[in-house]
């Protein structure tokens, strides 16, 4: 979709000079305002590379190799995954799916990659009831029922094909290196290999996390992969269907299939997947315009919480002032109540996008901060059906990166296998999402109401993920960032887009702000993060601060901004995980 067709109304309202050039523009890295006078005259330069922020440096290298080797933003994708699903194996990889914002500088438009996994043609609404009864969670996670046909490689493979300048066969080099030599095994990824139960315990991990002497090997040590060497040669030799069709599919079947629990993924469900190209949904927030991936995402509940903050003048206080948490904290409450209610595949359900969106819907429901003290009901937005209340868990395992190359096109990706290490399953040296398990496990509520979250054959389950491309009023890139996080990924990524956009933040201030999740009557924070006097005036505002049970951010972006130095990249990379950010950054 060209951002100039969604921006063309919006450019009736008039914007002073300053304005024009966004809030993203107006810092300095010390959040220092920046000479308005400066501001003003100064001629925006087109938004350029190279930039990449991934969750691991060996990632953040791969994809600096391509792109000075004349590679897109779509060719350093492909060489980031590899990378990232050899020695982020807990988070994303080969085995799993993704959602990927590409914006194409030639043409201005914005296109929405979809790689989520699919359920297998044969799974039905009781996908996992057992004896009547929704099997425990765990369970679930570690069972063969739980691998969707991994969407991520097919979805790559499109977006190469159609925005690559390099052959896809050279993007698998630093994967290949890095998977026959060993790397040495990060504290994060040590960290996870050593829980004594789950999925870093099945025969499959045990297996791979197992030394030549027999011992566990642990952070420090070097992580040989001869299958990963083995599998990414042969996909760079046979392309994305390598994956899809011949040994490696078939490796995967039958790894789905071994007890406990078998699934029911097939060849021909493999050979049969289909990523999916969608329009982004771009909606105006203060002086800029957001764009994210539509349903199954959830970037529709992003956009409308950002809609409704434009309605709550407590929240531009900024950090520091306990009225803009309480706010943020209403308005996640708010978000999740409609998104937990009624986002699904809208291949399948009928999802009220236009009506979460709706001005008149999203005033009425920001009316409501004012006086929200605990959970917030689900409304009834412009088109909605009746349905029944959701019961999904989302477990944590996922990665984001975001990627500029020379000529201005990006990628803002976010990457998933669900649960850290998926299923706890291997076949050719990559883990298997347990991404079904992102399905609603009761196909209807206690009241008997269908739930849009249904397991159906071949449907995409709900997805938090929500990578962002951010954009001015003159259609011009201006950034992207996204997180890991299970559905604490939207309270992550408005953090963000908060702290930066409105509280005048640098990126990495923003992304190294604390958290503070609010889905339903739970609330979770980094305590620590913190101040004391700051968690003390919460607490008398009805937000007692408790640890955040949800897997952490992992935030990665970067905003093109007027420094001292003139433009460049404000890049970040969250301070709670390994990433880094390299390029033409100040």
């Given at each position: 979709?060209?951002?100039?067709?969604?921006?063309?109304?919006?450019?009736?309202?008039?914007?002073?000079?300053?304005?024009?050039?966004?809030?993203?523009?107006?810092?300095?890295?010390?959040?220092?305002?920046?000479?308005?006078?400066?501001?003003?005259?100064?001629?925006?330069?087109?938004?350029?590379?190279p930039l990449v922020s991934a969750a691991n440096p060996h990632a953040v290298a791969a994809g600096m190799a391509v792109l000075e080797r004349g590679g897109t933003a779509a060719d350093a994708a492909v060489a980031v995954q590899a990378v990232l699903g050899l020695v982020e194996p807990q988070s994303s990889g080969l085995g799993g799916g993704a959602f990927m914002m590409?914006?194409?500088?030639?043409?201005?438009?914005?296109?929405?990659?979809?790689?989520?996994?699919?359920?297998?043609?044969?799974?039905?609404?009781?996908?996992?009831?057992?004896?009547?009864?929704?099997?425990?969670?765990?369970?679930?996670?570690?069972?063969?029922?739980?691998?969707?046909?991994?969407?991520?490689?097919?979805?790559?493979?499109?977006?190469?094909?159609?925005?690559?300048?390099?052959?896809?066969?050279?993007?698998?080099?630093?994967?290949?290196?890095?998977?026959?030599?060993?790397?040495?095994?990060?504290?994060?990824?040590?960290?996870?290999?050593?829980?004594?139960?789950?999925?870093?315990?099945?025969?499959?991990?045990?297996?791979?996390?197992?030394?030549?002497?027999?011992?566990?090997?642990?952070?420090?040590?070097?992580?040989?992969?001869?299958?990963?060497?083995?599998?990414?040669?042969?996909?760079?030799?046979?392309?994305?269907?390598?994956?899809?069709?011949?040994?490696?599919?078939?490796?995967?079947?039958?790894?789905?299939?071994?007890?406990?629990?078998?699934?029911?993924?097939?060849?021909?469900?493999?050979?049969?997947?289909?990523?999916?190209?969608?329009?982004?949904?771009?909606?105006?927030?203060?002086?800029?315009?957001?764009?994210?991936?539509?349903?199954?995402?959830?970037?529709?509940?992003?956009?409308?919480?950002?809609?409704?903050?434009?309605?709550?003048?407590?929240?531009?206080?900024?950090?520091?002032?306990?009225?803009?948490?309480?706010?943020?904290?209403?308005?996640?409450?708010?978000?999740?109540?409609?998104?937990?209610?009624?986002?699904?595949?809208?291949?399948?359900?009928?999802?009220?996008?236009?009506?979460?969106?709706?001005?008149?819907?999203?005033?009425?429901?920001?009316?409501?901060?004012?006086?929200?003290?605990?959970?917030?009901?689900?409304?009834?937005?412009?088109?909605?059906?009746?349905?029944?209340?959701?019961?999904?868990?989302?477990?944590?395992?996922?990665?984001?990166?975001?990627?500029?190359?020379?000529?201005?096109?990006?990628?803002?990706?976010?990457?998933?296998?669900?649960?850290?290490?998926?299923?706890?399953?291997?076949?050719?040296?990559?883990f298997l999402n347990n991404q079904l398990t992102d399905f609603s496990f009761a196909p209807v509520d206690d009241l008997g109401r269908p739930v849009a979250n249904a397991v159906a054959g071949g449907k995409r389950p709900r997805s938090s993920m929500s990578p962002v491309l951010i954009f001015d009023r003159e259609g011009r890139l201006v950034g992207g960032l996204g997180?890991?996080?299970?559905?604490?990924?939207?309270?992550?990524?408005?953090?963000?887009?908060?702290?930066?956009?409105?509280?005048?933040?640098?990126?990495?201030?923003?992304?190294?702000?604390?958290?503070?999740?609010?889905?339903?009557?739970?609330?979770?924070?980094?305590?620590?993060?913190?101040?004391?006097?700051?968690?003390?005036?919460?607490?008398?505002?009805?937000?007692?601060?408790?640890?955040?049970?949800?897997?952490?951010?992992?935030?990665?972006?970067?905003?093109?901004?007027?420094?001292?130095?003139?433009?460049?990249?404000?890049?970040?990379?969250?301070?709670?995980?390994?990433?880094?950010?390299?390029?033409?950054?100040?």
């Amino acid at each position: 979709m060209p951002v100039s067709t969604f921006l063309r109304p919006l450019h009736a309202v008039a914007l002073p000079a300053l304005m024009l050039l966004g809030a993203a523009c107006a810092l300095q890295p010390e959040a220092r305002p920046v000479d308005p006078e400066r501001s003003v005259a100064a001629t925006v330069p087109k938004a350029v590379g190279p930039l990449v922020s991934a969750a691991n440096p060996h990632a953040v290298a791969a994809g600096m190799a391509v792109l000075e080797r004349g590679g897109t933003a779509a060719d350093a994708a492909v060489a980031v995954q590899a990378v990232l699903g050899l020695v982020e194996p807990q988070s994303s990889g080969l085995g799993g799916g993704a959602f990927m914002m590409w914006f194409d500088a030639e043409s201005g438009t914005v296109t929405v990659y979809d790689g989520r996994e699919t359920a297998p043609a044969a799974a039905t609404p009781e996908l996992f009831i057992q004896d009547g009864r929704p099997l425990g969670f765990a369970d679930a996670v570690m069972s063969g029922r739980s691998t969707g046909v991994p969407g991520a490689v097919a979805m790559l493979g499109l977006a190469q094909a159609r925005h690559g300048r390099l052959a896809w066969a050279d993007l698998f080099g630093d994967a290949e290196r890095l998977a026959r030599e060993g790397f040495i095994i990060s504290p994060r990824l040590g960290g996870y290999m050593a829980a004594t139960r789950g999925q870093a315990r099945t025969d499959w991990a045990n297996a791979y996390f197992t030394g030549p002497d027999g011992e566990r090997l642990t952070t420090g040590d070097r992580l040989v992969n001869p299958a990963y060497a083995a599998t990414v040669r042969r996909l760079a030799a046979g392309g994305p269907r390598a994956l899809y069709e011949g040994p490696i599919a078939e490796g995967i079947v039958e790894t789905v299939a071994a007890s406990p629990r078998p699934g029911g993924l097939t060849l021909d469900d493999m050979a049969t997947y289909e990523p999916k190209v969608r329009e982004a949904l771009c909606r105006p927030y203060r002086i800029h315009v957001v764009c994210v991936p539509p349903p199954p995402s959830s970037g529709v509940s992003l956009l409308q919480l950002l809609a409704m903050a434009e309605h709550v003048p407590e929240v531009s206080a900024g950090p520091d002032d306990a009225g803009a948490w309480v706010a943020f904290a209403r308005l996640q409450r708010l978000m999740y109540a409609d998104r937990d209610r009624y986002v699904a595949d809208a291949d399948f359900v009928q999802v009220p996008v236009a009506g979460l969106l709706d001005p008149g819907y999203v005033a009425e429901r920001a009316a409501l901060v004012a006086g929200l003290t605990g959970a917030a009901e689900a409304g009834r937005p412009p088109g909605f059906e009746a349905v029944g209340t959701d019961a999904t868990t989302e477990p944590a395992g996922t990665s984001h990166f975001f990627i500029v190359d020379r000529w201005g096109n990006a990628v803002s990706m976010t990457t998933t296998v669900e649960s850290v290490f998926g299923s706890g399953r291997m076949s050719g040296g990559f883990f298997l999402n347990n991404q079904l398990t992102d399905f609603s496990f009761a196909p209807v509520d206690d009241l008997g109401r269908p739930v849009a979250n249904a397991v159906a054959g071949g449907k995409r389950p709900r997805s938090s993920m929500s990578p962002v491309l951010i954009f001015d009023r003159e259609g011009r890139l201006v950034g992207g960032l996204g997180s890991p996080g299970g559905s604490s990924i939207l309270a992550y990524n408005a953090k963000a887009l908060i702290g930066t956009l409105d509280w005048g933040l640098s990126v990495q201030d923003a992304f190294d702000l604390p958290n503070l999740v609010a889905r339903g009557g739970g609330l979770g924070a980094d305590t620590e993060r913190f101040s004391p006097e700051l968690q003390a005036e919460l607490a008398a505002r009805g937000l007692p601060l408790r640890p955040n049970a949800s897997e952490n951010s992992g935030l990665h972006g970067g905003l093109w901004r007027l420094g001292p130095d003139g433009w460049a990249w404000d890049g970040g990379a969250d301070d709670r995980r390994e990433g880094v950010v390299a390029g033409d950054t100040r």
